[in-house]
């Protein structure tokens, strides 16, 4: 069973960089099976998407994030990071890491549903 | 930038059917998936490309995907179903509809 699982300060200063990074464990990163993303949730709003990669293709950035995200990975360490430059308390939030199945019902495409989650980390950008 | 409106809140009776619904332009012509989140907790994919459920997901769950509007069905729902739903697409990325907060008198 894939599990993932966000690690990172809880308390980041305005203007200042905000770095997490997901563990997997389960499964590897470089799999073709599934593709991987970051998705936040400020208090008391809705999830909003950050970014999201599959295997050795293309990484997809919210655009209105796209100047201040960067996506990486650490294939030796099966892990990937978000790093958000320049934060502001507009980007406080749970932040979560997610994977989603590339493959259902014998279909193969990146439909971007998310089946696992990681359990979430409260970020607060405050000084 | 392409938007899903969703009803703030739905309110059903316990055995009636409670239905949640997105809208977006053309939304039919998109794959929806469904997302249901308790207080605390991450959310949890309940329908994928529209109707399709993944396992483990009870069958009291069903979608449906026309013209301008998607729709989560919740069959004979239980206390237990309490939660906020939340719609998504993908059009030049994840976008997430807004969310419904599901109660269950």
């Known amino acids: 069973q894939l599990q993932l699982q966000e690690s990172g300060p809880g308390l980041v200063k305005p203007s200042e960089t905000l770095s997490l990074t997901c563990t997997v464990s389960?499964?590897?990163?470089?799999?073709?099976?599934?593709?991987w993303g970051w998705i936040r949730q400020p208090p008391g709003k809705g999830p909003e998407w950050i970014g999201s990669?599959?295997?050795?293709?293309?990484?997809y950035y919210n655009p209105s994030l796209k100047s201040r995200v960067t996506i990486s990975v650490d294939t030796s360490r099966n892990q990937f990071s978000l790093r958000l430059s320049s934060v502001t308390a507009a980007d406080t939030a749970v932040y979560y890491c997610?994977?989603?199945?590339?493959?259902?019902?014998?279909?193969?495409?990146?439909?971007?549903?998310?089946?696992?989650w990681g359990q979430g980390t409260l970020a607060t950008v405050s000084s | 930038s392409y938007e899903l409106t969703q009803p703030v809140s739905v309110s059903v009776a316990l055995g009636q059917t409670a239905k949640i619904t997105c809208g977006g332009d053309?939304?039919?012509?998109?794959?929806v998936h469904w997302y249901q989140q308790k207080p605390g907790q991450a959310p949890v994919l309940v329908i994928y490309r529209d109707d399709s459920r993944p396992s483990g997901v009870p069958e009291r769950f069903s979608g449906s995907n026309s013209g301008n509007t998607a729709t989560l069905t919740i069959s004979r729902p239980q206390a237990g179903d309490e939660a906020d739903y939340y719609c998504?697409?993908?059009?030049?990325?994840?976008?997430f509809g807004g969310g419904t907060k599901l109660t269950v008198l």
């Open positions: 998504q697409v993908w059009d030049s990325g994840v976008i």
């Open positions: 990669f599959y295997y050795s293709e293309s990484t």
């Open positions: 997610t994977s989603g199945l590339y493959c259902r019902d014998g279909s193969c495409y990146l439909r971007w549903s998310w089946d696992y």
């Open positions: 389960g499964g590897s990163i470089t799999t073709s099976s599934h593709y």
């Open positions: 053309n939304i039919g012509s998109k794959n």
